[in-house]
């Protein structure tokens, strides 16, 4: 009799144990359920390399996408340069691929492209707008692009 009573209450904790791990498991937040902070993405794209920047950001919050380019820059992730005039902006290099005369970096925001005017006049961006900056074909005078 004693022998029973030691294996139905093995069997006993054993049943208990498996509805306490279901349970806390039910009630325990996974990575799916959580809500991500919302990022500001920018993609850069060119033949030689692809990568996606994530910038933390409030859901509604707006940003100026030059300053957040700026940030990136400073941080060296990725390394890129600028050029700055009074009335212009313009990215000259993204972790080495230089603009050259007929290819250069070309900023997108939701398929529409931007130039360096109004990037200086400032572009605001928020979590759901799309932003690249691709390497492609473009047409110079003097040096500056031609739209």
């Given at each position: 009799m004693n022998q029973i009573q030691k294996v139905w209450n093995s069997k006993e904790s054993i049943i208990f144990g498996f509805?306490?791990?279901?349970f806390v498991s039910c009630?325990?937040?996974?990575n799916a359920n959580k809500s991500k902070e919302p990022t500001i993405q920018i993609q850069f794209i060119s033949r030689e390399y692809e990568e996606t920047k994530m910038i933390p950001s409030g859901l509604l919050e707006t940003k100026d996408l030059l300053f957040l380019l700026a940030e990136l820059s400073k941080k060296e992730d990725p390394s890129m340069r600028f050029i700055s005039t009074n009335r212009t902006e313009e990215i000259m290099e993204v972790n080495g691929v230089r603009n050259t005369w007929s290819e250069g970096w070309v900023v997108y925001v939701n398929g529409e492209r931007m130039d360096g005017v109004q990037m200086k006049?400032?572009?605001?961006?928020?979590?759901?707008?799309?932003?690249?900056?691709r390497y492609e074909a473009v047409e110079r005078v003097f040096?500056?692009?031609?739209n």
């Open positions: 509805c306490f791990l279901v009630h325990t937040p996974s006049r400032g572009v605001k961006v928020r979590p759901t707008d799309q932003i690249q900056i040096g500056r692009p031609i």
